[in-house]
């Protein structure tokens, strides 16, 4: 059974730091990992995705890295500003299934 | 919009009535998942259909749940009788993309929030 850690639960940083947020997962027959956004009372957007055979993924900002061996994947914000508040989740796919994890929440300090 | 549409958006029930969440997918997309989150919980897979086909309801509790994409229409997820620890936000995904071969994102609604009283 596919299990998804995120850590750390709460991050609390000054605007203009970089922030770094860490998943880790227990089986590495992924197809692939995608990184999502959710604002309180709101859905999932979608961040990033990473493709199993891809190292990497960037948007804008943001910056995924996927080390499928060891069953990782960090998302690297750069230049946080407050609008990056929220929590950020994620999830793997087996098969057809995504295993999420239990999220990082991010407060960005003007 | 070509997103994915769901309704009610927020919903209250008492204890033994019956709750009907739906979900439209995107525009193309034959294959519809649902996820439930608890308070303070990570999402969880419950059921994965196809048009007029349930493929995956391993994440359904046997009682109470069903759910349905019919030919034509939402997918409909129906929880009968529902108690306090049903209350949780419901949301539901679409893909284009077939079983094994999801190698393309979900894409998720903004979610159903169902408060047992």
């Known amino acids: 059974k596919q299990e998804v850690t995120q850590i750390p639960a709460a991050l609390s940083v000054p605007e203009g730091e970089n922030l770094v947020l860490n998943c880790s997962f227990t089986?590495?027959?992924?197809?692939?990992l995608q990184w999502f956004r959710q604002d309180p009372g709101k859905g999932l957007t979608s961040l990033l995705l990473i493709q199993s055979s891809q190292r990497e993924q960037t948007s804008g900002r943001l910056n995924a890295s996927l080390d499928k061996s060891s069953g990782r994947s960090t998302l690297y914000i750069a230049a946080s500003q407050p609008g990056d508040s929220a929590t950020y989740l994620c999830a793997v796919v087996n098969d057809y299934k995504l295993s999420f994890g239990a999220g990082t929440t991010v407060t960005v300090r003007a | 919009n070509a997103g994915v549409m769901q309704n009610p958006r927020h919903l209250v029930r008492r204890r033994g009535q019956e709750a009907r969440l739906r979900c439209s997918p995107m525009?193309?997309?034959?294959?519809v998942y649902w996820y439930r989150q608890l308070p303070e919980e990570g999402l969880k897979f419950m059921v994965y259909?196809?048009?007029?086909?349930?493929?995956?309801e391993s994440g359904m509790p046997k009682e109470r749940f069903s759910a349905e994409f019919p030919k034509e229409g939402p997918s409909i997820l129906r929880i009968q009788q529902v108690v306090r620890g049903d209350s949780a936000a419901y949301f539901c995904?679409?893909?284009?993309?077939?079983?094994?071969?999801?190698?393309?994102?979900?894409?998720f609604g903004e979610g159903s929030r169902l408060t047992v009283l």
């Open positions: 089986d590495s027959a992924i197809y692939n």
């Open positions: 995904a679409s893909s284009p993309l077939g079983v094994g071969r999801n190698t393309g994102e979900l894409f």
């Open positions: 259909l196809q048009k007029e086909n349930i493929i995956d």
């Open positions: 525009k193309g997309h034959s294959h």
